[in-house]
């Protein structure tokens, strides 16, 4: 199983950083990991509804969830 993980660089909640010590850790706990980093994206913010991002969850869900 692939983990996705999406993060704005700009989250004023939650600091970039600790995305990048939980992708560490399941990389180092053997799992496989998408991680996305969205430039200049806040936490939950518009840039994570546009047409883009919900191409890549998309192609992630076709590529992971069992039909």
Do not use: C, W
Request: aromatic share 8%.
């Amino acid at each position: 199983m692939t983990i996705h993980i999406m993060r704005g660089s700009d989250d004023e909640v939650v600091p970039f950083e600790q995305s990048v010590v939980l992708g560490d850790a399941l990389v180092a706990a053997g799992h496989r990991i998408e991680f996305y980093r969205l430039e200049g994206a806040g936490h939950g913010a518009g840039a994570f509804f546009g047409e883009p991002v919900m191409d890549i969850v998309d192609q992630f869900l076709k590529e992971n969830l069992e039909q």
